[in-house]
């Protein structure tokens, strides 16, 4: 197949060819962060982002050249004064400079090819057509589509359908820190009542708010001190110890799990007081049925409202879910008896053993899917009939069963959850550093973030992108996937 530029059947390699002789440093990788800006970074350290064209609203793709010095990049555009973006543009750009820049922000009707280390197309028809509209980046060599949109016919306002998701940092560095940049092994996060993201900045010993307008990080809870102290007054002044879990009630309170204090504790987020509502800061297993800060938990590390508002405890160190009812402050055992045993299907949830119950997902429907860590393999609790059923994971550990049925798919050490509005339960499989997505609807496994070798970027393309121990995942109304890449100590987007 012939590559041509369009606009005039230039041959690429006419264009490529220009600067050749100069010894300019090769491109390394491109990211695009969650405000669609490019970055471009080259082998000598340096970092370039091109120049932003006129009524740009961002850059949504970006491919490399095979010469390793032009990149290719689709621009989104504010079209005829109207506030919602359309992709238009494929630009090429080289050496600090547009080196060419296709159809001007207006349709491009034909297909236009360059070498990306393999063919790459682009292709859109018309933008406000009988035909609909659609706008594609394509890997042709690979038979893999890296970007489209796609609108209804005659819409003078289209929603683009974005297809291709992509991966960006929005908080963290690679490295271990506490500033408005950096964060120090996060774990458990969620978006509040407020749209704000609060997550467990785990060896930090604190929970932290990142504001979605500013971007600004502020201390909810805890001083920085591991220890456990602070009860009836500020949350920020209390000593938390290893937070590994946080969740929000109806009335807006947020609730904490810290590992190491073996407690849950609340932060009264109108006072910004914080107590325990259960656990005594000791080890151990007692006071089932009777008050919640005279019980003993042991090493708990997720928690979850049920649909009736109770609070349930992953208190994995007694292989048991405990239930907190917080209108009365009484708590009791749920599941689990206490032994690591395997989960026999469609067992009751009260008399039956749990072998490591790590985390907790609730569905609109009141079933509660739970991942085992110990166990590799992920349960749904039955509202109704209140009984346990396996959903994926063979209980061998490993990594295995990508595109096949869930009964095959193996796991290892899965230690987060997220449940989302299309019916896609996302899986933090951490020891095989990849986060997983289970389709309730057809029952398959797939992988959507990460390469399954530890490591650290690079972005924005999913599955190129490694990742160091991921912990905790959180979807948000809009399908936007949180991760914390807790080794990698970064907090990043699938989108």
């Not at 394509?138 to 893999?144: C, I």
């Not at 739970?370 to 063979?394: C, F, P, S, V, W």
Request: overall charge neutral.
């Amino acid at each position: 197949m012939k590559r041509w530029m369009g606009l005039g059947m230039i041959p690429l390699c006419a264009i490529w060819v220009l600067g050749q002789a100069k010894q300019i440093p090769v491109i390394e990788r491109t990211e695009i962060d969650a405000n669609h800006v490019l970055a471009i970074y080259y082998s000598d350290g340096k970092k370039a982002q091109p120049p932003k064209q006129k009524d740009q609203v961002g850059v949504s793709s970006a491919a490399v050249a095979e010469d390793k010095q032009t990149v290719g990049y689709l621009v989104q555009y504010e079209n005829s004064g109207t506030s919602y973006p359309v992709p238009l543009s494929l630009v090429l750009y080289k050496s600090g400079k547009i080196l060419q820049r296709f159809n001007n922000g207006r349709p491009i009707s034909e297909w236009y090819f360059w070498s990306a280390g393999t063919d790459v197309a682009i292709h859109t028809t018309a933008v406000h057509g009988a035909e609909g509209h659609h706008f594609a980046l394509y890997d042709v060599g690979n038979g893999r589509l890296i970007d489209e949109w796609t609108g209804l016919p005659n819409e003078k306002a289209p929603k683009w359908v974005h297809h291709t998701k992509y991966v960006s940092t929005i908080l963290g560095v690679g490295m271990p820190g506490f500033s408005d940049d950096e964060v120090n092994n996060p774990y458990g996060l969620v978006i509040g009542p407020d749209n704000a993201l609060y997550f467990c900045d785990l060896d930090n010993q604190r929970i932290r708010r990142r504001d979605p307008a500013t971007k600004h990080v502020t201390t909810i809870a805890g001083s920085g001190e591991r220890a456990y102290k602070g009860d009836g007054g500020p949350a920020v002044a209390a000593a938390l110890n290893m937070p590994h879990e946080l969740r929000f009630d109806k009335a807006g309170n947020l609730y904490i799990a810290e590992r190491d204090n073996h407690v849950i504790r609340k932060v009264d987020m109108k006072t910004g007081i914080i107590s325990t509502v259960a656990g005594t800061g000791a080890a151990g297993f007692s006071g089932d049925g009777g008050p919640g800060t005279q019980a003993q938990l042991r090493q708990p590390h997720s928690i979850v409202f049920d649909a009736d508002g109770t609070l349930l405890i992953c208190d994995i160190g007694n292989q048991r879910i405990r239930r907190l009812n917080l209108t009365t402050g009484l708590i009791d055992t749920y599941s689990g008896t206490g032994e690591a045993k395997p989960t026999p299907e469609g067992a009751p949830v009260r008399s039956t053993p749990l072998n490591g119950p790590r985390t907790m997902a609730v569905a609109p429907n009141g079933d509660l899917y739970l991942a085992l860590r110990e166990g590799n393999a992920i349960y749904r609790i039955d509202a109704k009939t209140q009984t346990l059923h396996r959903m994926a994971g063979t209980g061998a550990q490993g990594y295995s069963g990508d595109g096949e049925p869930v009964s095959a798919a193996t796991f290892s050490g899965p230690k987060g959850l997220a449940l989302s509005n299309d019916n896609q339960l996302y899986i933090a499989d951490t020891e095989n550093h990849v986060i997983r997505r289970l389709s309730l609807d057809d029952g398959r496994i797939t992988t959507v973030m990460g390469t399954g070798e530890r490591g650290d970027g690079p972005e924005s393309d999913p599955l190129k992108c490694k990742l160091s121990r991921p912990h905790g995942v959180f979807v948000d109304v809009s399908g936007v996937l949180y991760v914390s890449d807790s080794e990698s100590h970064r907090i990043r987007i699938l989108k």
